[in-house]
Structures are given as structure tokens and as C-alpha cells.
């Protein structure tokens, strides 16, 4: 990450909602005379929504995305409990380019909207896009998938990035998730942060079948997991590797607490979600060779035979999960793949 | 079977583990540039974990002291790679000194050294980066396969990144060549040329290949010249030395620009794989017209600055220099007229220009479109119109602007030029990383897209050579001067002025 300082061009201030665009106007105005000089920079309008739960959280989030990606940010907080209101705020964010006295500056709309939010939602969010740039949606995971404004979103913009399902939630998110991502229009990529957070187990999968390279002789892997439920993480760890591996599904059953995947040619894959504190993902080949990835602490253990050695595990949070999200528009066919199978599976596995 | 779970990773490859010996860790390109650029590597997870750089030098230093100064110095030249402490720390101890004071068996000692890194479960592959003064290139290539270092072990890897120049003249860039060819194959051997790790170099393949846009234009129809800028501001500095051995021509042009040239004519490669994009560099390149030695005057122009100012500060001329033959003859600007006898650029001239003590730090690559072919504003308060221009800076500001006319607001019609634009640092935020990272990354995973094949630095040889040996047989007592903070010699825009061209105003 850079290490740009990213600073507010001035403090938020309160508009009456039906000025915001005059409001903006005015803060450029009169940064423009100012003595350091500022480029209005938007790559692309961002949306992020989320309840009065997170806003403190969002909040912070804005300047530092603004750092990596110059957008005119939408921030739209709702609070479905209280009575119908809305209040706004402008701002915008600055970083200096580097052996120069000019700024690059982001500006951001900040929307509270109370009450059935929705329609005037929906209204402002569409009002207040630079029709010319395409429209990202942040969607947290304090507001549900079957949220109407995230439906009606969809519809509407290039990129939905959801939060909901967490690594570590039950397998069942996936399939609201899935839902969601069959009902928006083909243009509009949908992700979640999950599959980025996936992104360093795959990178260690990758790196230890550079070294292992016997795959055609793979006959069973077994994903542990924290936890005492299937999770989302998993399954779709295990969806990737079937679909990597072109295994075609058989069957689904629990072996004791176990689920497991039986796919043609003697393959199978098995779940461990046994609660403990580290998890890992086991291969085994055929003459009863193996190979695993095993996270630990910082570490991953990348073993294959007698040979271990370490692969430094990247941290992530969700601004650099998001920052990476953002700077991908286009359709993942991994992602793609690994979800449509993993919800193939999921009737059998939740319901055995 | 490949990996299959690669697919899709293909830019996420780590780099496999391996000892980066670098020859020269004391010099000044190892400090400035190098370990700054390794630190952040390092502090990005791109390298490998297990990655070990050993520093071969004949400055007598302990291992403490070189890696206290690396610290230091990075700390001074770019504090950006050393986010902490803790990671200086950690970084430091990844690197390992091997003086060499000259005397017999020192490579003997070298590999003994590399061999006991591998024996405690160190890395077996080896990437060699010559950062020394390329005299010592024949002999260090040679001596690394007297020891068998050229060779790895099963299973392991063994390269060599050599720095420009390659080579003074074509036979000795042949001689260079054929001596790395001795004891390394090509697929082993990296010609670092830092230009082509520019984010913006690296932006022209995008720029043609993944718009509608240019590609349909970019070529003779519609295409009126190139001119290609790489303006310094710097003079010679502590450079003297080199610099007088080597001049513009050779430090800047038969490189630099002629591997720039290359990315903006040649065709369309069939895939992004590393010997598609070079098979096409090297073919535009052998079609660059040969500039017979009677056309040398009317295709070439050198100079040398005088004393002048730049940015407000008065500065020495080229030959008050210290350091610099008060008699010298070596050309501080030069400037090419070049064509490429091919069909997509038949007719169209590119010119490259370079010089040390010019009005501004800048690179560019300037397509300039033909004029419209119907002037149907001739009768109009319109006199005339401005050719549409596509710019890309390379530096400073890396970016890219497109000149078109519009009309000014009002009733009467006037038109002017006017520009859009688009800056890397305002379209995307983040760290533009350093053309050394990128390069030492792709050399670490084996990726030789963007390092000069032996062909394409023989074809760049061949094009300059006749001006070189013009050059070297005119007995004239004076260069052509230019005062320093100008934009050159005015022998500069006669070049161009036959095809009433102009350099562009920068």
C-alpha cells in the first residue's frame, strides 16, 4: 500500500439534499482559488450502502479507497426503524501527486436516509451518478441480499461487490447469494469479498501443485474448517478445486458429521468442519502419496511428500480486498464456474 | 500435465525462491536503484520468502557495514521501501556479502559460497545481475561458466540480467553476445533495459491492442510522423567518465528509443508470449531503413550544450565539465531521422531526439495524425488547423493526451486545439511501482517479455552504426553547440524541416 497521505479537502459539510450537486459545485469553486491547486478526479461512481450499524465503519473506508480509486463516492446509510427523513453531506478527499504542489481530489455524497428507503434511495443514487462512468455498488453485509434496493440496484449498475458471505458462514448464504446472482442482468459483474478472500488459499494451492505436479493421480481432498458447520469459505474452496479439476458430481451424502462430494473416477472430496483452530486443505493420490496446505499463523505449510517449506500468507482485510475487487471489472470464469457448482451441490449437502 | 491451478493466475506466479547475485552491490545503480526496488518487493510478498541476495564486491567491507549502508541508503533514496524498522531489519538479514578483492579462485570462491547456501536449504536457483562497468561483463560471464555457475543442478534455474549498454558499436555488441552465448543459452540470458518497465512503455501494447480506436489509424493513411523525445535536464554529472565513451546516440538512442520505436511499428504479435512480442520488435527493426553514409547528414544531427541556465540556475558547458576532455567531441543531443520500409509505415519518417541540459525532464512518444484531406474551413475565419496529436508521456506525468480542434464558444467560428487527457497518477491512485521492480520480478519468474533480445540489440547496432562511424571519421574542430536549457540545436529542426515538420512544443 501507499504511502500517500490522503486528506480531507474540507470537513463534511451539511447540504439540504436537494442541493447537492450545487453544493459540490461550490466546494470546487472555491478550492480551485485556493493557493494549491486541485483536479477533480472520477474514475468511477462508487456506492456503498450499509445501516447505521457499520456507517462509522464506511465512513472511514471512504478516504482510503479515494487513495487507490479517485471515484465520486455515494455513501447511503439506511435506518429502515426510524420515520421517513434524509440528511446529506459533501466532501471530498485529496492526495498530493508525487514532486508536485497540485492535488488529486475525490469528492464523496454521504446520504442518511431513514424510513422506507428504497424508492428515494434508488431516486437519489441514479440522480446523483455521472451518467458517463460506470457505477460500482458496495453492498455490507449489515443489509440483507433480498434487500429490494440492492434488486433494484442491480438493474442498474456494472459491479455489485457483496459482503454477506462471510468465510466463516453457513453454507446456506450461498445459496441467497446465488439467487442474487442470477437475477441481475448479464452485464452486471456480481462478486463477493468471499472469493478474494479465498485468494490466498488458491494462491497456496497453486504454488504447491508447482512443485506436486501428480494431479491426474488425485483421487480425494479433504478441506478442514473452522467452525462446527459446512461454511461458505469451504464449499466454495472445494468448488474451485472440483471445477479445477474437472470432477464431474456424482452424489452428495454425510459420512458421520462429515459431508462428502463423490464424483466420478473414485474422486471425492470431504468436508472436516471440526472446530479447530487451524485449517487446511489435504490431497491424496493414488499409492497413498499425499500433499497438503496448512495455515499457520502467518504461514502456510505447502507439503508435498517428505517436502515442506513456508509461503508467506499476504494479510488482507476488507479495504484491500475491496481495493483489489475495484480494480477488476470483468467476469471471473473461476469464480463463475466454482459457484454454479457449489450451488449444484448444495440441495444435497443441506438436505442429507 | 501443467498446473491447472494456475489457470487464471497467471500474473499472480510467485517468483521462485532463488539467490540473486548481484555483481556490483556496492555501486551506485545497486543502491539507488536495486535494493529499493527489492524492498519493496520484499514488503509486497512478490518475492519468494526463502529469496537470498548475495552482493559480490571489491570494496573490503564486512557483512554488517554493506548491509547497514543498503539500509541507510534506502532509508535516504527512497524511504518509501522501508516501511519499518523491524522490516529493515528482517530485509537486511536476507543479504549476504562476498568480497572479492581480485585475486585468483574468486569465483571458485563464489560458488563454494552458493553451494553452502543450498546445503543449509537455501535456494539453488541463481539469477546473476552484472551491475558493473561492462568491461567486466566477457570476463565475469566467462568465469561463471569456468566454475560451472551457468549450468544449474536438476530441477533448478540459472540467469543472467546484464545491464546496457551492450555493447559500443555493432561488433562489439556481436563480440558481447556471442561471449553470453558461450556460456549461457539466450532463453538464460536478460538484457535489462529499464524503459521497457515503464508502466507507460508497457501501456503502448494495451493502448493498440485492446482499443478499437488506433489500431485502424495506426499506420501510413492516416499517420503523418513519430516523433519520439527523451529530454534530460541533468548534465553529465558523475557520469563523465562513461558518458565520454559513450555519448546520446549510444547511451539513449540505439537502446532507449529504438526499443520505444519498436513497441509503437511493430505489428500486431499473434500472443502476449514473450518471443511473439520480441519476434515482432525484431522484425520492424530489420526494416528500418539503412542510412547509407552520404545520407548521414540529412538523417542525423549531434551537438553539445554550452554553458546556459536551467530551471533558473546557471550551469557549465558540456566541455567545462569536470571530468570531460576540454576537446571532446562526444554529441550530449543527438536526433535521428529514421524510416521503415514496410507497408504500414511506407513514407511515414520517426524521428528521435535526445539530449543532457535540455529545458525539460521529459519522454514522450508523439504520433501526429495527417491533416484533414478537405479544408472546408479555408473560407471561413479559420486560417488554419492543428495537426490531431496522440502523446504518450513516459515521463514525467506518465499518461496519455490527445490534441484535437474544437470550436470556440460564440458566434463566429474559431477553432482551437485543445487536449484530453489522461494521467496515470489522476485516473489511478497507488504507487506506480519502479521499472527495476517489474523487471527483476519477471527475470525472478522467467519472463523475458520485456528485456532485449540479442537480435533486436544487434538490429539497433546496425542502425546507428553508419552514423557512428560518420561520426567518427568528420574531423570538424566544433560540435554543434546548443545552450543548455534550450530545446537543442537548430541543426534539430532543420532535420525536420524539409517535410515541414516541427519537434512539438513540450
Not at chain 2, 489457470?7 to 539467490?19: F, I, K, R
Not at chain 2, 533514496?77 to 562476498?98: I, T, W, Y
Not at chain 2, 522484425?283 to 552520404?294: D, F, N, T
Not at chain 2, 546556459?308 to 566541455?319: I, M, P, R
Request: with cysteine; glycine share 6%.
Amino acid at each position: 500500500m501507499s504511502n500517500t497521505v490522503i486528506t480531507p479537502l474540507a470537513p463534511p459539510t451539511f447540504v439540504d439534499v436537494s442541493k447537492i450537486e450545487q453544493e459540490l459545485e461550490l466546494l470546487w469553486r472555491e478550492a480551485e482559488s485556493s493557493d494549491q491547486p486541485v483536479t477533480r478526479a472520477t474514475a468511477f461512481n462508487l456506492v456503498l450502502v450499509c445501516d447505521t450499524s457499520a456507517q462509522e465503519a464506511a465512513r472511514e473506508l471512504i478516504p482510503e479507497l479515494a487513495l487507490v480509486h479517485p471515484t465520486r463516492t455515494i455513501l447511503v446509510v439506511l435506518n429502515e426503524s426510524a420515520p421517513d427523513a434524509q440528511r446529506a453531506w459533501v466532501t471530498a478527499h485529496c492526495r498530493k501527486l508525487e514532486g508536485e504542489n497540485r492535488q488529486i481530489c475525490s469528492e464523496a455524497i454521504i446520504l442518511e436516509i431513514d424510513g422506507d428507503a428504497e424508492l428515494r434511495a434508488q431516486s437519489l443514487i441514479h440522480s446523483l451518478s455521472l451518467g458517463s462512468l460506470a457505477t460500482a455498488v458496495v453492498w455490507h453485509e449489515s443489509l440483507p441480499l433480498t434487500h429490494p434496493l440492492l434488486q433494484m440496484l442491480g438493474k442498474s449498475c456494472d459491479r455489485i461487490i457483496t459482503c454477506a458471505a462471510d468465510h466463516l458462514a453457513p453454507a446456506s448464504h450461498l445459496h441467497t447469494w446465488f439467487d442474487l446472482y442470477e437475477s441481475v442482468p448479464p452485464e452486471c459483474v456480481v462478486t463477493d469479498l468471499l472469493w478474494a478472500h479465498l485468494s490466498g488459499w488458491r494462491g497456496a494451492v497453486a504454488e504447491l501443485f508447482d512443485e506436486c505436479p501428480d494431479v491426474s493421480e488425485l483421487r480425494e481432498v479433504r478441506i478442514h474448517s473452522q467452525g462446527d458447520k459446512l461454511t461458505c469459505g469451504a464449499l466454495l474452496c472445494g468448488a474451485w478445486i472440483a471445477s479445477t479439476l474437472e470432477w464431474t458430481f456424482r452424489s452428495a451424502a454425510l459420512l458421520g458429521r462429515r459431508p462428502v462430494i463423490d464424483c466420478e473416477n473414485n474422486c471425492r472430496l470431504v468436508f472436516i468442519p471440526e472446530g479447530a483452530p487451524a485449517s487446511g486443505i489435504e490431497f491424496l493420490f493414488t499409492q497413498d502419496r499425499t500433499a497438503a496446505v496448512l495455515r499457520e499463523g502467518d504461514h502456510f505449510n505447502l507439503t508435498c511428500g517428505a517436502h515442506t517449506r513456508a509461503s508467506r500468507v499476504r494479510p488482507v482485510d476488507t479495504l484491500a480486498l475491496l481495493t483489489h475487487e475495484l480494480h477488476a471489472w470483468g467476469r471471473d470464469p473461476r469464480m463463475d464456474k466454482s459457484v454454479r457448482l457449489a450451488h449444484d451441490w448444495l440441495p444435497e449437502l443441506l438436505f442429507t | 500435465m501443467s498446473n491447472p491451478f494456475r489457470a487464471g493466475m497467471l500474473m499472480e506466479h510467485p517468483a521462485d525462491p532463488c539467490v540473486l547475485i548481484i555483481f556490483g552491490g556496492t555501486g551506485d545503480l545497486a543502491q539507488r536503484k536495486l535494493f529499493p526496488s527489492l524492498a519493496h518487493l520484499v514488503s509486497e510478498g512478490r518475492v519468494s520468502e526463502q529469496t537470498q541476495f548475495l552482493c559480490v564486491s571489491r570494496k573490503d567491507s564486512d557483512q554488517g557495514a554493506f548491509r547497514a549502508e543498503v539500509i541507510d541508503n534506502a532509508k535516504k533514496l527512497a524511504p518509501a521501501s522501508m516501511p519499518n524498522d523491524e522490516f529493515a531489519r528482517k530485509f537486511a538479514d536476507r543479504m549476504f556479502l562476498v568480497t572479492d578483492s581480485g585475486e585468483g579462485g574468486r569465483f571458485d570462491k563464489l560458488r563454494s559460497r552458493l553451494g553452502e547456501m543450498a546445503g543449509a536449504g537455501g535456494p539453488r536457483n541463481h539469477l546473476f545481475y552484472l551491475s558493473i562497468p561492462p568491461t567486466g561483463y566477457a570476463p565475469t560471464i566467462a568465469a561463471l561458466g569456468a566454475v560451472g555457475l551457468a549450468n544449474p543442478e536438476a530441477g533448478a534455474w540459472s540467469r543472467i540480467i546484464i545491464e546496457k549498454p551492450f555493447g559500443r558499436d555493432f561488433a562489439s555488441a556481436e563480440a558481447l553476445n556471442s561471449a553470453a552465448a558461450a556460456v549461457f543459452r539466450e532463453e538464460q540470458i536478460y538484457r535489462i533495459d529499464h524503459y521497457l518497465g515503464k508502466e507507460t512503455v508497457q501501456n503502448i501494447l494495451v493502448l493498440r491492442l485492446a482499443n478499437t480506436l488506433f489500431e485502424p489509424i495506426w499506420n501510413h493513411h492516416y499517420v503523418d510522423h513519430v516523433a519520439i523525445t527523451a529530454a534530460e535536464i541533468l548534465g553529465v554529472e558523475e557520469r563523465a567518465q562513461y558518458y565520454e565513451e559513450s555519448g546520446a546516440l549510444r547511451d539513449m538512442i540505439q537502446n532507449h528509443l529504438m526499443q520505444i520505436l519498436a513497441m509503437i511499428a511493430m505489428e500486431r504479435p499473434s500472443s502476449l508470449a514473450p518471443e511473439a512480442i520480441r519476434d515482432e520488435k525484431r522484425k520492424v527493426l530489420e526494416c528500418v531503413r539503412p542510412i547509407h553514409p552520404e545520407e548521414v547528414a540529412q538523417s542525423a544531427v549531434r551537438a553539445q550544450y554550452s554553458a546556459g541556465a536551467v530551471a533558473g540556475k546557471a550551469v557549465q558547458g558540456y566541455l567545462q565539465e569536470s571530468g570531460v576532455n576540454p576537446n571532446s567531441r562526444t554529441e550530449t543531443y543527438a536526433a535521428l531521422k529514421l524510416h521503415i520500409d514496410n507497408w504500414r509505415w511506407s513514407g511515414v519518417p520517426f524521428y528521435l531526439r535526445t539530449g543532457k541540459r535540455l529545458a525539460k525532464r521529459v519522454t514522450e512518444v508523439a504520433i501526429v495524425f495527417r491533416n484533414v484531406p478537405h479544408q472546408v474551413f479555408s473560407q471561413s475565419p479559420v486560417d488554419r488547423l492543428e495537426q490531431n496529436v496522440l502523446a504518450i508521456r513516459i515521463q514525467p506525468n506518465e499518461g496519455i493526451s490527445l490534441k484535437f480542434e474544437a470550436k470556440l464558444p460564440g458566434h463566429a467560428l474559431h477553432v482551437r486545439p485543445v487536449e484530453m487527457d489522461f494521467r496515470y497518477g489522476t485516473s489511478f491512485g497507488g504507487r506506480l511501482s519502479d521499472a527495476y521492480e517489474r523487471l527483476l520480478l519477471d527475470a525472478m519468474i522467467g519472463d523475458q517479455t520485456l528485456f532485449a533480445r540479442r537480435d533486436s540489440v544487434e538490429e539497433g547496432w546496425r542502425i546507428v552504426q553508419p552514423v557512428l562511424d560518420n561520426w567518427a571519421q568528420d574531423s570538424n574542430d566544433l560540435l554543434p553547440q546548443y545552450v543548455a536549457g534550450s530545446w537543442g540545436p537548430a541543426e534539430a529542426d532543420l532535420l525536420l524541416a524539409a517535410r515541414q515538420h516541427r519537434w512539438r512544443k513540450l
